[in-house]
């Protein structure tokens, strides 16, 4: 018994086994925000990072991200994963960059990301850990007064080119105009509709839009293209008006336009007089100014290109409205640029953009009939100071559309 006593003794005296831990500066994870000198409008970009320190191995892991709620947001590539030292020890780090473009004015919260982990302890034992980050406060201002298209970038850049020298086409044939927009530090859906091109004496067949975003470290490069194929009426010259482009340059803070200039359409040998457009008024420079035309290697355009733009122009015109009824056509038909705004538009709430883009569809071909008009705006400024129901104008624009097309 005694011999059992001492044994008891001896076990109860042994140190108990400590749990696996980790120290307090074994693994960050904290979120920053670029420096700024304002703060941010509606739309404008903001760089968000994320950074993770860790001091002892990592096994497993998964970086959760929470909802953005207030944030239109897109993440600039993959994870990065290096190593640094601190303090004369070697860590690992990890960085994730985000762009984030506020909806709203107001004060707008990045919750915490967790980043799940499993992970080697230093007396060689793996746990599993989750490590929270910090929040952060974004306080977004007012957007400014605009007459147009709220469009915030960091930068622009236009350039305006022409298959067939313009003022020289060949007998019959025609030109195809592509204007790019180069535009970083936007969100792709805030670039504006494709503008009307207005002149005299000129045929003019709209494309869809095509554009393209590259994401970078400091924010997406997108380039947008707009194309129009041209044509003088009879054999006449003819001339295509000014377009201005208007933006918000969110480096400066001030509103910007680039106009792409006046241009005579003529056949080779044709009538050389037309009444030219007066150039606009206003200061140019380099970078918010007018813009020229440069010419594409491109062939001559035979004669059924004009027609056959036209047929394509018609159909693309009508086609998100088609797709949604019982009309067999092609997918391709059904991407129409100012119907896929129309949609974003109402989604978001936007009555201004909703009526615009819808009288840019109910335009085409003709002026819109007063019925169709009274059911845009019945739906938007309905009486009694009902509260406007963009989803609701939406549906009477594509409804209209749908009637035309069955007539």
């Known amino acids: 018994m005694r011999w059992l006593l001492a044994l008891v003794l001896v076990i109860a005296a042994l140190p108990a086994r400590a749990e696996p831990r980790i120290e307090p500066d074994d693994i960050r994870l904290e979120l920053f925000l670029e420096d700024r000198a304002r703060d941010p409008f509606p739309g404008e970009m903001i760089l968000l990072s994320i950074r993770g320190t860790y001091r002892i191995p990592v096994v497993r892991e998964n970086l959760v991200q929470p909802p953005l709620d207030g ?7 993959e994870d990065r994963w290096y190593h640094a030292f601190e303090d004369g020890f070697e860590v690992l780090k990890l960085e994730r960059r985000m762009a984030l473009f506020p909806q709203q004015a107001g004060q707008i919260e990045v919750p915490a990301f967790t980043h799940e982990l499993e992970m080697f302890t230093r007396r060689g034992e793996t746990i599993p850990v989750d490590q929270h ?11 400014p007064e605009v007459e147009d298209w709220w469009f915030p970038v960091r930068g ?9 020298p313009p003022e020289a086409l060949p007998p019959g044939g025609g030109a195809l105009r592509i204007v790019t927009l180069t535009l970083t530090g936007s969100a792709p859906q805030r670039v504006p509709p494709m503008p009307e091109m207005t002149g005299a004496g000129v045929h003019i067949f709209p494309h869809p839009v095509r554009s393209m975003t590259q994401l970078g470290p400091d924010g997406p490069i997108t380039r947008v293209f707009w194309r129009w194929t041209l044509r003088p009426e009879d ?8 377009v201005p482009i208007p933006y918000f340059d969110s480096e400066a803070a001030a509103a910007r336009e680039i106009t792409l200039v006046a241009q005579r359409v003529a056949f080779a040998g044709g009538p050389q007089e037309v009444s030219e ?21 491109l062939p001559d355009l035979p004669r059924w290109s004009v027609p056959a733009a036209l047929l394509a122009a018609f159909a693309i015109g009508f086609s998100g409205s088609i797709g949604r009824g019982n009309w067999r056509v092609p997918g391709w038909l059904r991407r129409d640029p100012d119907i896929a705004a129309l949609r974003r538009a109402a989604r978001r709430g936007d009555a201004g953009a909703v009526r615009l883009l819808g009288h840019r569809l109910l335009s085409r071909g003709g002026q819109p009939t007063p019925r169709e008009l009274a059911a845009l705006d019945r739906a938007l400024y309905g009486p009694g100071g009902a509260r406007p129901s963009p989803r609701k104008a939406a549906r009477e624009v594509l409804a209209a559309l749908r009637r035309r097309v069955r007539e």
């Open 71 to 77: 944030f239109d947001w897109m993440q600039l590539g």
């Open 133 to 143: 980050s910090n929040t952060l406060t974004v306080t977004v201002a007012p957007q």
């Open 156 to 164: 622009l850049r236009v350039s305006d080119s022409w298959s067939n």
């Open 235 to 242: 054999g006449s010259a003819g001339y295509l008006n000014p």
């Open 277 to 297: 457009p007066a150039e606009p008024d206003g200061p140019e420079t380099a970078s918010h100014g007018t813009v020229s035309r440069g010419a594409l290697p």
